[in-house]
């Protein structure tokens, strides 16, 4: 689905439309009718709906007395509503892309403690800080190379990809929340200034293939309308996969050199919102994300995330998790992205 991905864009008209129709806009299934002994959860998701839908039809199959409506949009148009709607939203969970649209919540105090349960199944690592919301998924950034570019010739850092070189050849989507993280890796790691100049490079060689998601710009390279481009690797294997499978793809999945600051680790994670009067049921559906039977679905479906539970292995389409060795920025320093948004609103890409 095409989206345009802003984590602290004001959407007023969104917001006020959506109040005034029991949010029917954001799509997904409306609330159930009530019924005897059922509790409905309404959940907002960033996530990928196909797979998000095979969870919760999992989830209700084991747990009968509980239904989730789901509501799905892009994450900052989400947050931003749980932000306006407060107290008073409908929405018991939030289920975010990218972990910075759960901070951004947890900072102004909307979200309610995570269960136990799914905090201790998940690695500390991938979880709130605070112990407000669970990882469920991970990710991280790459390249898409165009075929035509021969491998010695392949960038190993991010920063290099704003040099001259790749003029007219490179595509990225300014607006994807996915890009947030990179760029507040950067400016963690060499300061701001030296980040704003990252952003000046990158903008002035993909001039004529600034894309409006990231979608769109594994498509093109694939296609060979431009060389190189950034997304997070889940876009590449499913580019692939609608060419017929990774070896007939026109284009390749590359990662930057170990420990560069470009090559950004970002999870998706869940959260109750303190506002739910359902707490329970939905620590019952955020433990279920956290349990092997979840997880293995998200493994075997065509989302091309990475499981975070240990044991369960990702798609074999990928190489394992733990040959991976992005930087070091922990989803802590990644905080709520204000840095990026600030920088990518300086550089007119917002």
Not at 58 to 80: C, M, Y
Not at 175 to 187: H, N
Not at 283 to 310: C, G, H, M, N, V
Not at 312 to 329: D, F, I, K, Q, W
């Amino acid at each position: 689905m095409r989206r345009t991905r802003l984590l602290a864009a004001a959407v007023p008209g969104l917001v006020l439309a959506v109040a005034a129709t029991g949010c029917s806009a954001l799509g997904g299934k409306s609330p159930a009718a009530a019924q005897s002994g059922v509790t409905t959860l309404v959940m907002y998701s960033g996530q990928h709906e196909q797979t998000t839908d095979a969870l919760v039809t999992a989830f209700e199959k084991q747990n009968p007395a509980i239904r989730i409506s789901v509501r799905s949009n892009d994450e900052g148009t989400l947050a931003q509503q749980i932000q306006q709607e407060g107290s008073k939203s409908p929405a018991d969970l939030f289920y975010a892309e990218n972990s910075p649209a759960l901070e951004v919540l947890q900072e102004k105090g909307l979200l309610a403690a995570a269960p136990a349960a799914a905090l201790g199944a998940i690695p500390a690592k991938y979880d709130s800080p605070q112990g407000d919301w669970v990882g469920i998924t991970a990710r991280v950034t790459c390249m898409v190379v165009a075929d035509s570019v021969p491998a010695a010739q392949t960038p190993t850092s991010a920063l290099s990809l704003a040099d001259p070189q790749w003029k007219g050849k490179l595509a990225f989507a300014g607006t994807e929340t996915d890009l947030q993280p990179v760029i507040t890796a950067i400016a963690a790691k060499y300061g701001t200034a030296r980040a704003a100049a990252w952003l000046s490079g990158l903008k002035a060689n993909a001039a004529d293939h600034l894309l409006p998601d990231n979608e769109t710009v594994s498509k093109d390279v694939d296609a060979g309308q431009v060389q190189i481009g950034i997304v997070d690797n889940y876009y590449w294997y499913r580019q692939a996969a609608d060419d017929g499978g990774t070896g007939k793809a026109g284009s390749r999945i590359a990662y930057f050199a170990n420990g560069d600051p470009g090559y950004v680790m970002s999870v998706s994670g869940i959260a109750t919102l303190a506002s739910s009067k359902h707490k329970d049921a939905a620590a019952t559906f955020i433990t279920f994300l956290a349990s092997a039977t979840a997880q293995k679905i998200i493994a075997d479906s065509d989302s091309f995330e990475y499981p975070l539970l240990p044991g369960v292995a990702a798609n074999s389409e990928m190489p394992a998790l733990s040959t991976l060795h992005p930087g070091t920025v922990s989803i802590n320093a990644l905080g709520d992205g204000s840095t990026a948004i600030s920088l990518l609103q300086q550089a007119q890409l917002l």
